[in-house]
């Protein structure tokens, strides 16, 4: 164990504990109930869980919802959900941050009540101009130096709701000329006549986000609060709010960077939009990567925790290829799933030396690589379906799938020779005929003579008819997401192809919304939880089996 090496934030927290600071780990994952969880949010969800794990700690579901903005609530449970399938779980551990709006505003209070905080009238403009820049120093606000009385009477009366949204603001006093802008005399409380879900019409003042957000973590007893990068140069503010409202043990903050993935749409606005537009079926479309859509693409939570692994923790932005996600779902699935047999662009194989209208069951291996998958019987006759591409008139050379005069292995079948080709008026090819033999049958040791090739099909009476969706990148790679002209997305407009007329095994009668096979030489493909009935099986192909990622 002491051989693994440890990613920076577990040094800290090693450290920490080994000083005595904490004696045991609480972290948090704390979302703002305003949109669907994405990929990012996963790589957090998944740290801070993991780290209260390892340490034999706590891990808290915190919903950050201390603006009081309408549409909020609805990402409630589809958040729950999210983090519940990561494995993410909080048991009783369950916060809602408006319920500790009581706490903040007494620890505004006694902020006032220590000299630490002050009633503002400057509007937002006027602050902006007092605040300075990062090379010249704020100026103290006129207001700045109002009596402990005055300033707990006025925060009283805006608390009241005596003042108009911007009237006044509560801030802390801090330093204006503080190199870090944050600390300028910050903003803690402003007057929002706004009905909060949570709390309807108790308050019409509302804390800020740097306020609330350490009060939260300390009333929560978290020790370590991991944030992403963007809120390095809010530390001081953090740890200046945790120790004026004199609260201990003191959570501490430390931030890692985001994640980001090459290539791909993560901008809540950009994906509005695109639903907005139908060029997504919704926020869980499988070409996006937020959770859900990622659930519905088939990728599981153990391939998220295995790419969000291999991510790593650092404090260095950079951006990750999403082929790196395809390796860990390849790799999750590769012995646990069956592989079956699918046509997705077929043509009919009639063998024309095979008994008209008879069946026989041949066994097939689930999984050549891990036998414990079992076998299972499948159907063959004289008519199945191949893939188009596995016959060619005049093939070019090295290839060794079926063409005239040529013989190749059936799958689990019989070695079959392409004995001739029907077409349509245009010159399509509609059906090719072989012959087989019935000695090669799989499984009886056969070593007469080799074939090159060895192709997949499915018996025609038998097999069914499905839907299957194959995916590109949403975004066209060549030109990068965002447009440089206009800012607009560069979409690719083949990233959704919709094969009505794919023919697969009859052996999905049990199979389940989300459930995944390999289908054999053409990628890891899953049942579509939105669209997928018994009756009409709609698969979204996960990911194909080549890769070009090398681990
Ligand atoms: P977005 O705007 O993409 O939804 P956000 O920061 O507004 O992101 P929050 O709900 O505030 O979303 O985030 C909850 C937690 O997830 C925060 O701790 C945040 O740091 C973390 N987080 C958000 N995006 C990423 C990311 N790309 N990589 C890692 N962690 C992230
Ligand atoms: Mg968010
Ligand atoms: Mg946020």
Not at 261 to 281: E, P, S
Not at 287 to 297: D, E, G, H, K, T
Not at 373 to 390: C, M, N, Q, S, W
């Amino acid at each position: 164990e002491e051989a693994v090496s440890r990613n920076f934030i577990e040094q800290e927290i090693d450290k920490d504990l080994a000083e005595g600071v904490y004696t045991e780990v609480c972290t948090r994952f704390p979302p703002e109930p305003n949109g669907y969880l994405h990929i990012g949010h996963a790589k957090s969800i998944l740290l801070n869980y993991g780290l209260a794990e390892k340490y034999n700690g706590t891990f808290h579901l915190r919903f950050d919802d201390t603006n009081p903005t309408k549409e909020d609530m609805e990402f409630v449970e589809s958040i729950k959900e999210d983090v519940k399938w990561l494995g993410a779980d909080w048991k009783d551990h369950l916060y809602f941050a408006s319920d500790y709006f009581d706490i903040m505003y007494e620890c505004a209070v006694k902020l006032i009540k220590k000299g630490k905080a002050f009633v503002c009238d400057l509007s937002a403009e006027e602050m902006r101009e007092y605040r300075g820049t990062l090379t010249e120093p704020g100026k103290n606000s006129p207001y700045r130096d109002r009596s402990v009385e005055e300033n707990l009477r006025l925060f009283e009366e805006m608390k009241e709701g005596k003042y108009q949204d911007g009237e006044k603001v509560l801030r802390a006093k801090i330093d204006m000329a503080s190199p870090n802008i944050n600390m300028r005399d910050p903003v803690i409380y402003r007057v929002a006549h706004m009905t909060h879900h949570n709390t309807g019409d108790k308050w019409c003042i509302y804390p800020m986000y740097d306020f609330a957000h350490p009060i939260e973590d300390a009333v929560e007893k978290i020790t370590h609060s991991i944030c992403t990068l963007e809120f390095e140069d809010h530390r001081p503010l953090y740890d200046w709010v945790v120790r004026e409202c004199e609260f201990d043990p003191a959570p501490r903050q430390i931030e890692f960077a985001k994640l980001y993935l090459t290539n791909v749409v993560t901008g809540k606005r950009y994906i509005k939009k695109l639903v907005m537009d139908g060029i997504v079926d919704g926020w869980d479309d499988p070409r996006l990567v937020s959770i859900a859509a990622l659930r519905r693409r088939g990728f599981t939570p153990e391939s998220i925790k295995m790419f969000v692994e291999l991510c790593g923790v650092s404090k260095s932005q950079s951006s990750v290829d999403y082929a790196m996600l395809e390796y860990c779902i390849r790799e999750d699935l590769k012995l646990k799933k069956p592989r079956m047999m699918a046509i997705l662009d077929p043509i009919k194989l009639v063998i024309d030396n095979y008994p008209e209208g008879e069946i026989e069951y041949l066994d097939a291996d689930n999984n050549l690589e891990n036998p414990e998958l079992g076998t299972r019987k499948l159907p063959f006759g004289r008519e199945l379906y191949i893939e188009r591409e596995d016959f060619m008139i005049e093939p070019p050379k090295k290839y060794f799938r079926l063409f005239p005069g040529n013989e190749v292995r059936l799958m689990n079948a019989y070695f079959v020779r392409c004995e001739s080709y029907e077409t349509d008026e245009n010159g399509n090819v509609t059906v090719v005929h072989g012959t087989y033999d019935p000695e090669t049958k799989c499984g009886t040791g056969f070593t007469g003579r080799k074939v090159k090739g060895t192709i997949h099909w499915v018996e025609a009476s038998h097999a069914r008819q499905a839907e299957i969706r194959l995916y590109e990148n949403l975004v066209d790679e060549e030109k990068g997401v965002y447009n440089k002209e206009d800012g607009s997305l560069n979409l690719n407009p083949n990233s959704l192809e919709v094969r009505k007329n794919c023919f697969v095994e009859d052996s999905f009668g049990e199979a389940l919304a989300g459930d995944s096979f390999q289908f054999v030489r053409n990628g890891y493909f899953c049942i579509d939880s939105k669209d997928s009935t018994p009756e009409n099986l709609v698969f979204n192909r996960i990911v194909s089996l080549k890769s070009s990622f090398k681990l």
